[in-house]
């Protein structure tokens, strides 16, 4: 079993940034790969960005020269941060762990999730 808790959402301005963390436990943290997900109202929970055990990173689209993701496995944490935040970046946000290998942009590939955290941009 791996737990994990998000933390750092809130309310921003856009063009504004935040950071989000999720620190993970129950399970040797390096065996992980880590991703981030977010999910609007009525929409699908998409992919945002993920690391794997060797901290190679992947971006959606829509975040990509904007976010960075990050770990640091001494503190068993992944981190989000967001620069240039913009309206349509409002969401819940999902971190997640994958402890097997697979593609990192499908939810299904995930095992465990954590409870989410709210980010809201504002225009």
């Known amino acids: 079993q791996v737990q994990m808790v998000e933390s750092g959402g809130g309310l921003v301005q856009a063009g504004g940034s935040l950071r989000l963390s999720c620190a993970a436990s129950?399970?040797?943290?390096?065996?992980?790969?880590m991703g981030w997900f977010r999910q609007a109202p009525g929409k699908e929970r998409e992919f945002v960005s993920a690391i794997s055990r060797n901290g190679a990173r992947t971006y959606a689209d829509s975040v990509k020269g904007r976010f960075t993701i990050s770990r640091d496995n001494a503190k068993n944490t992944v981190y989000l941060q967001m620069n240039s935040l913009k309206p349509e970046d409002t969401a819940v946000y999902y971190c997640a762990a994958q402890t097997y290998s697979g593609s990192s942009v499908h939810t299904r590939n995930y095992d465990y999730w954590g409870q989410g955290t709210q980010v809201t941009v504002s225009l």
């Open positions: 129950g399970r040797t943290f390096s065996s992980l790969a």
